[in-house]
């Protein structure tokens, strides 16, 4: 049987009929909610396409248009909709997914009312949609893209999804995509833990697949860097010390643009990585992140240890 697959013309027409049912029925969504769901929607299919071009991975466009466009149409969708949805297709998902956050339902669940309102039942598009949200460790390209495209799609703000697209388009090497992916299931894990709900397995086993590949000092070196906001701190210089140190890749050297500025830089660092330790000093903090090492001076401090003659010989490194 010939998959079914839309026109963006009706897609569009989809969603705006699903998100006026929404209106009429759902009295917790929105005006506002509503309008960003839409333009998140149009994104998601838009990161899609540049995904697709960007890399030169040849998928089929109108399968990207549609689980794009589609891939939060059950978003709206109420506890009492999945139950009958459950219903209906009993062996759809486990037994715990009410104990998940009430965010990955639409996700877990939305390949059923795409199939049951729809008609969608091509095995490619349903999968993709199934786990942009979880991931999961065998996830084919098209559930690949839609996961990228989801996080990074340009209307999302925010440090971690300027970051994981900063991770995903450093360059058109496909090994991006991996990387990126372990950026962004690192960071959901992180988001799920701090607010206390269940980790839905899949998320795990899929952070293990994707770990290998940001798994270096210099990729990790990169991330901090992009953690830091360059307005707190400044004369950022980096040093590879690989063939100097025992204990490190990379040391960083910053000089805080202030006291208040020196305490914002830690936080931000603490909320994206498992920090080793933090030696906090009045005017000199350094902070271990495993393979490299951060220190944060203030301005005469910089001068008086006089950090950067001492690691003078090491290469000085350049990273955008
Ligand atoms: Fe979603
Ligand atoms: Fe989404």
Same mark, same amino acid.
């Given at each position: 049987?010939?998959?079914k697959?839309?026109?963006?013309?009706? #897609?569009?027409?989809?969603?705006?009929?699903?998100y006026?049912?929404?209106?009429?029925?759902?009295?917790?969504?929105?005006d506002?909610?509503i309008?960003?769901?839409?333009?998140?929607s149009?994104?998601?299919?838009?990161?899609?396409?540049?995904i697709?071009?960007f890399?030169n &991975?040849? #998928?089929?466009?109108?399968?990207?248009?549609?689980?794009?466009? &589609? $891939?939060?149409?059950?978003?709206f969708?109420?506890?009492?909709?999945y139950?009958?949805?459950?219903?209906?297709y009993? +062996?759809?998902?486990?037994?715990?997914y009410?104990t998940y956050?009430s965010?990955?339902?639409?996700? /877990? &669940?939305?390949?059923l009312?795409?199939?049951?309102?729809l008609?969608?039942?091509?095995?490619?598009?349903?999968?993709?949609i199934?786990?942009?949200?979880?991931g +999961?460790?065998?996830l084919?390209?098209y !559930?690949e893209?839609?996961?990228?495209?989801?996080?990074?799609?340009?209307?999302?703000?925010?440090?971690? %999804?300027? +970051?994981?697209?900063?991770?995903?388009?450093? *360059?058109?090497?496909?090994?991006?995509i991996k990387?990126?992916?372990?950026?962004? /299931? *690192? *960071?959901?894990?992180?988001h799920?833990k701090?607010r206390g %709900?269940?980790?839905?397995?899949?998320?795990?086993?899929?952070y293990?697949e994707y770990?290998p590949?940001l798994?270096?000092?210099l990729? =990790?070196?990169?991330?901090i860097? =992009?953690?830091?906001?360059?307005?707190?701190?400044?004369?950022?210089?980096?040093?590879?010390?690989?063939?100097? !140190?025992?204990?490190?890749?990379y040391?960083?050297?910053?000089?805080?643009v202030?006291?208040?500025s020196?305490?914002?830089v830690?936080?931000? #660092?603490?909320a994206? %990585?498992? #920090?080793?330790?933090?030696e906090?000093?009045?005017?000199?903090?350094l902070?271990?992140?495993?393979?490299?090492?951060l $220190?944060?001076?203030?301005?005469?401090?910089?001068?008086?240890?006089?950090?950067?003659?001492?690691?003078?010989?090491?290469?000085?490194? +350049?990273?955008?």
């Amino acid at each position: 049987m010939k998959s079914k697959l839309y026109t963006e013309e009706e #897609l569009i027409e989809i969603l705006k009929d699903k998100y006026n049912d929404c209106k009429e029925y759902n009295i917790e969504a929105t005006d506002e909610e509503i309008n960003e769901r839409f333009n998140h929607s149009i994104g998601v299919k838009n990161a899609c396409l540049k995904i697709n071009e960007f890399f030169n &991975l040849g #998928l089929d466009k109108d399968i990207l248009i549609n689980m794009g466009l &589609l $891939h939060d149409y059950s978003k709206f969708l109420t506890i009492d909709d999945y139950k009958k949805l459950l219903e209906i297709y009993p +062996n759809a998902t486990d037994e715990n997914y009410l104990t998940y956050s009430s965010k990955v339902h639409h996700a /877990l &669940l939305g390949d059923l009312a795409l199939k049951h309102e729809l008609g969608i039942n091509d095995p490619i598009i349903l999968n993709a949609i199934k786990y942009h949200s979880t991931g +999961n460790k065998n996830l084919d390209i098209y !559930s690949e893209v839609l996961m990228l495209a989801d996080y990074t799609e340009e209307t999302r703000e925010g440090d971690s %999804f300027k +970051n994981a697209r900063s991770v995903l388009y450093e *360059s058109n090497d496909p090994i991006n995509i991996k990387k990126a992916l372990c950026y962004i /299931l *690192s *960071s959901k894990i992180k988001h799920i833990k701090a607010r206390g %709900f269940s980790l839905v397995n899949e998320t795990y086993y899929a952070y293990l697949e994707y770990k290998p590949y940001l798994d270096n000092p210099l990729d =990790r070196c990169k991330q901090i860097l =992009r953690a830091i906001d360059h307005n707190l701190v400044k004369d950022i210089c980096i040093y590879d010390v690989h063939d100097r !140190s025992p204990l490190y890749d990379y040391v960083i050297v910053s000089t805080a643009v202030s006291n208040k500025s020196k305490d914002a830089v830690i936080s931000y #660092l603490r909320a994206e %990585f498992d #920090l080793r330790s933090v030696e906090e000093g009045e005017f000199w903090t350094l902070v271990d992140l495993n393979d490299c090492i951060l $220190h944060v001076f203030s301005n005469d401090a910089r001068s008086e240890y006089n950090i950067d003659r001492i690691l003078s010989e090491a290469r000085k490194i +350049n990273i955008e």
